[in-house]
């Protein structure tokens, strides 16, 4: 993946990639915050959290990109170091549950040993209202069909190079969407890009910049890479403490139910009453 970036398409993917990733955890607040996956990219770099990590499931050491610059409106007061932070497995976080504020998956459930323990892992270190970004290439688009194309002519003998990286496997809008819902999270945003033709020069690509806009309008959801922002919830929380004494205290008494093992008192009292009303009157 890393190598792939530094082609052509490579570029233009990770121009467009950078700029969305800076204006999505710009206003992300908290203390807490974990890259995981494809360090070359600085995801990070525009968030203000005073905990900023990078993780990855390799020992490579990543690969200096020329990044785009960051827009001074979002830039933070806070710099980052370049590279990772730490190494581990990804669906096995040294974290302890709730304890993380925003988690960043750029292109990692594409390339995780389990797509699903990652998720659940990324769910467990969150803590309530936590959110996570997750970006991948988006198989129902051009640059996946002529991937597609490409491990077929591999099948049938081919020795033609495929376009995108060969390694993982695309993973669709729709089935992260169902996968984050299962887990709890709300999806709040999800978006398209890059609509360019798959073409391999810098020329070419250069030449299709006027899909940009036209994609943007006719053909959104035939983006080339997706952007996944969802929030963890947690429903059902009780009260404790001081607040759960209170709620306690205002509920009412119960009802005093009527004793009914024997017949009612006022039948028996109305002949009585009347009786002494009588001899009052003699």
């Not at 969305?20 to 990219?41: E, I, K």
């Not at 932070?85 to 504020?101: E, G, I, R, T, W």
Request: hydrophobic letters at 45%; glycine letters at 8%.
């Amino acid at each position: 993946m890393a190598q792939w970036l530094h082609s052509p398409p490579g570029r233009y993917l990770l121009d467009w990639e950078q700029a969305q990733l800076d204006r999505a955890v710009t206003d992300l607040f908290g203390f807490h915050a974990l890259q995981l996956g494809l360090p070359d990219l600085a995801g990070l770099r525009a968030n203000r959290m005073p905990h900023r990590w990078v993780a990855s499931d390799t020992l490579r050491e990543p690969e200096l990109l020329p990044l785009p610059m960051v827009d001074d409106a979002l830039s933070t007061l806070l710099p980052m170091e370049v590279g990772s932070a730490l190494h581990c497995d990804f669906d096995a976080l040294p974290f302890p549950n709730q304890s993380l504020d925003l988690v960043l998956l750029p292109h990692t459930l594409e390339l995780a040993r389990d797509p699903h323990d990652t998720l659940r892992e990324v769910e467990r270190v969150l803590v309530p209202e936590g959110r996570v970004v997750i970006v991948g290439f988006n198989p129902a688009s051009l640059w996946g069909l002529r991937q597609h194309a490409g491990h077929w002519r591999q099948r049938l003998g081919g020795q033609s190079p495929l376009y995108l990286p060969s390694a993982g496997e695309f993973i669709g809008f729709r089935r992260v969407r169902d996968w984050l819902r299962l887990l709890g999270f709300e999806v709040e945003h999800g978006h398209f890009g890059c609509w360019r033709l798959p073409l391999r020069s810098a020329s070419g690509l250069a030449r299709c910049a006027w899909m940009e806009a036209a994609g943007a309008r006719g053909w959104p959801v035939l983006g080339a890479v997706y952007m996944v922002e969802a929030v963890k919830r947690v429903r059902g929380m009780r009260l404790v403490g001081l607040a759960r004494q209170r709620n306690v205290a205002k509920r009412g008494a119960a009802a005093v139910v009527a004793n009914r093992s024997g017949p009612p008192a006022w039948p028996q009292a109305l002949p009585r009453a009347a009786t002494e009303q009588a001899q009052e009157q003699d």
